[in-house]
């Protein structure tokens, strides 16, 4: 398994922009698909993003597509995940999460998962 540390989150008016990081130990990071997931309070936890171990894959929640962009720095063990045009209904805690068979769709089973960050968008 890997570790997960999540960063980047915070508080930011609608339309704004907000980049997370999250920093895994481990030297086998390249081998996981990696995925976002955000849960908002009194709701379930949902499907944000996902990329491929080579970040040659990319998935995206309808909700997000053209907004958020997701990558990934192998070198740097790090998967970032951009978020443009802030909506308040993206209003959630957002962790990030590991797949060990590389492919980071929505329907893997990650088996490591982050704290969260909190992200809070105002209107």
């Known amino acids: 398994q890997v570790q997960l540390a999540e960063s980047g989150g915070g508080l930011v008016q609608a339309g704004g922009s907000l980049r997370l990081s999250c920093a895994a130990s481990?030297?086998?990071?390249?081998?996981?698909?990696m995925g976002w997931f955000r849960q908002a309070p009194g709701k379930e936890r949902e499907f944000v993003s996902g990329?491929?171990?080579?970040?040659?894959?990319?998935y995206y929640a309808d909700s997000v597509k053209g907004r958020f962009t997701i990558s990934r720095d192998n070198s740097k063990n790090t998967v970032y995940l951009q978020m443009n045009n802030l909506k308040p209904e993206d209003t959630a805690v957002y962790y990030c999460?590991?797949?060990?068979?590389?492919?980071?769709?929505?329907?893997?089973?990650?088996?490591?998962w982050g704290q969260g960050t909190q992200v809070t968008v105002s209107s």
């Open positions: 999460a590991a797949d060990p068979t590389g492919y980071g769709l929505g329907t893997s089973d990650f088996g490591s």
């Open positions: 481990g030297r086998t990071f390249s081998r996981y698909g």
């Open positions: 990329i491929s171990w080579s970040g040659g894959r990319r």
